[in-house]
């Protein structure tokens, strides 16, 4: 009953006439009917004057029937009726509260009959009726069932409001709570909007009571149903047997496999007979596929599965048919220096050697021919099944070029080839796949004095070359290039014989001498003494002067020349027409002996320096 009603009652009280009371009161007698049928308006209007003993038992009855609207304590009510917004509330009032249905969102199954907890949020609205919180009713209840919750253990519901860093938010009796991403499940998540919007149940496992924080967990509930499966999967492994799993994690080395509580790893090798780059190759999150155990450690904490063991080994399966000489196509799978893997068939591999790549002598690395994925044939070479071994051959494919060598290639012949690579001693030269021959460092040039072939030419330069020796058993060939010109030096021998004069210019003053350029080929050496003159002084560098060549050799490409001997030989010529002058004066005179010999001794002197 309202205040308002209330106050009305005792003024009617006041104002009635005593009325006599009836033995056996209807109120007593049927308190249920006698609040349903009592005329509300005319008491308020002092119509039906009411006696004091009857008010009594109407107060009576009002305290133990209906609640009081103006107590701030939680009052717990049944649903009555469920519309499409709100759930109508009876809690014995005047009048039946209404609450939003916003506010059972974490509890989808609600239906008329069950018991709700509610606080009165307005006594009266506009249409008399009361205004329920069923939120507030829970916050103030929240705490102590959280507390209670994880003193117990209890499970209980929650409602999945939103994704947050990290995890949900959870309503847990009207409290939001946290849910880590790490507690929704025992396996990894990877789409946390699934869960929103969802009623599920929790354990809760903290309580920050100084920020009033909450921590639950979905993942709680079913640990221990999985330890308990775990316990009974683990004492059941033995090695060879197979047992279905689920795809729980994929990584760059394997992939781990869900049996049912208990992981296992497929290491990348264990998944396929094939070479594979990735597991992912092989198999998809979530898929269910069937292992083999092939180990476990003593505790069976570490699990080793296989997925390929379960099909028959390609080696095995590979027919009797094939054979060595046979030709066989496949992919390239794995490139090494020394050689490169081919799979022919689906697990079966045989390597092609670099030596097999190709005809030539000069080897060189695999990635020059073959790439990772070309589809190529081959020639199998060797095959041991029983070591699952197979080796084959590209060059194979083509004729030797060795062949029919001496016809293509005879001593003599000039050809073009490409510069391979060096060594200290000369430069290989390729003429054709196949066919290298070598140019030794002497026969690179005929003038120039070379200490490394990379001072006369380059890798990949093409070079003029002759056949010089040509060895079939062994597959060499000894090519010249200076041998494509001719030699400068046979006309050189001619031009600069003993005896011949040239003028040049003094290049360089070096050790013991100097040097003089006589053209582009010709760089000769004056030693110290052939560089005086006549008037006793030593010629310079870039000082010009006539030279005598005193010595050549063709050979070795050396040439002497000398300054002195030009005007040391014209005196011995001046010598030779002074003497033969002075005899036929002689002859004319008569002369003494004496006197010839005095001016002979004049001359020899004069020539040996003297004064």
């Given at each position: ?21 009836p033995k ?16 509300w308006?005319?008491?308020e ?10 008010l ?5 009855l ?31 009032a ?12 974490y ?50 519901n929650?409602?999945?409001?939103c ?15 946290f ?21 599920m ?15 639950v ?16 999967i ?7 047997q ?68 379960l099909?028959?080994?390609?080696w ?20 090494a ?21 190709s ?9 020059d ?26 060059k ?94 046979d ?10 004069t040239h ?50 050799n ?36 008569k ?21």
């Open positions: 009953m309202s205040e308002k009603e209330t106050k009305q009652a005792e003024v009617a009280t006041t104002e009635a006439t005593t009325v006599e009371a056996t009161s209807e109120a007593q007698a049927n308190p249920e009917k006698f609040l349903k049928d009592f005329n308006h005319n008491y209007e002092g119509i039906d004057p009411v006696d004091d003993k009857q009594e038992e109407f107060e009576k009002v305290s133990e029937n209906f609640v009081d609207t103006l107590d701030d304590e939680v009052v717990e009510g049944e649903v009555i009726h469920i519309t499409d917004r709100d759930a109508i509330i009876d809690i014995n005047k009048s039946e509260g209404v609450i939003s249905l916003n506010e059972f969102r509890n989808p199954d609600l239906k008329v009959g069950d018991k709700v907890e509610v606080l009165i949020d307005v006594r009266e609205d506009a249409t008399g009726q009361l205004v329920l919180s069923h939120r507030k009713a829970r916050v103030i209840k929240a705490w102590d069932r959280v507390n209670n919750a994880h003193d117990t253990g209890e499970i209980v929650g409602f999945v409001k994704r947050t860093k990290g995890g949900m938010i959870v309503d847990v009796f009207g409290i939001e709570a849910l880590p991403g790490s507690q929704i499940d025992v396996k990894p998540i990877r789409d946390y909007d699934q869960y929103v919007n969802k009623t149940e929790f354990k809760v496992v903290k309580i920050n009571h100084e920020f009033k924080n909450i921590v967990s979905h993942k709680a509930l079913i640990e221990a149903d999985i330890e308990e499966q775990k316990k009974e683990i004492g059941q492994l033995e090695k060879g197979v047992l279905e799993g689920i795809v729980k994690n994929i990584t760059s080395y394997g992939v781990f496999i869900d049996l049912g509580g208990v992981d296992g790893l497929v290491h990348i090798t264990d998944l396929s007979w094939s070479r594979i780059n990735h597991p992912n190759e092989i198999v998809e999150l979530d898929q269910k596929l069937n292992v083999v155990i092939l180990d476990f450690d003593e505790d069976k904490s570490r699990i080793q599965l296989g997925l390929k063991q099909s028959k080994h390609p095995e399966a590979l027919g009797d048919t094939v054979k060595v000489g046979d030709k066989v196509k496949g992919k390239v799978v794995v490139i220096d020394y050689g490169a893997f081919v799979e022919v068939e689906e697990g079966v591999e045989g390597l092609v050697h670099v030596s097999e790549m005809w030539s002598t000069h080897l060189r690395s695999a990635q021919f073959v790439s990772v994925g070309d589809e190529i044939e081959a020639v199998i070479l060797t095959l041991d099944r029983e070591d699952r071994k197979m080796s084959l051959g590209i194979q494919l083509t004729p030797d070029p060795w062949t029919d060598i001496t016809s293509k290639y005879p001593v003599g012949s000039k050809h073009s080839g490409i510069v391979r690579n060096f060594t200290n001693f000369g430069v290989f030269v390729e003429l054709e796949e196949g066919i290298d021959g070598l140019i030794y460092i002497s026969d690179l040039s005929w003038t120039k004095k070379i200490k490394h072939p990379s001072e006369f030419t380059n890798v990949g330069d093409t070079l003029e070359v002759v056949v010089l020796e040509l060895d079939v058993e062994g597959r060499k060939l000894s090519l010249g290039h200076k041998q494509t010109t001719d030699n400068p030096w006309k050189y021998e001619t031009e600069f014989a003993l005896g011949t003028t040049a210019e003094i290049g360089e003053i070096v050790d013991k001498g100097a040097t003089i350029d006589f053209n582009e080929d010709i760089v000769a050496f004056v030693p110290s003494r052939h560089l005086e003159k006549e008037d006793g002084s030593k010629l310079k560098k870039g000082e010009s002067a006539e030279f005598k060549i005193i010595e050549f063709k050979e070795f490409k050396r040439v002497v020349a000398s300054h002195t001997a030009i005007f040391k030989e014209e005196e011995m010529a001046n010598v030779k027409a002074a003497v033969k002058k002075q005899e036929a004066q002689a002859a004319e005179a002369p003494t002996l004496g006197d010839a010999n005095d001016a002979l001794q004049a001359l020899k002197d004069k020539m040996d320096g003297k004064k």
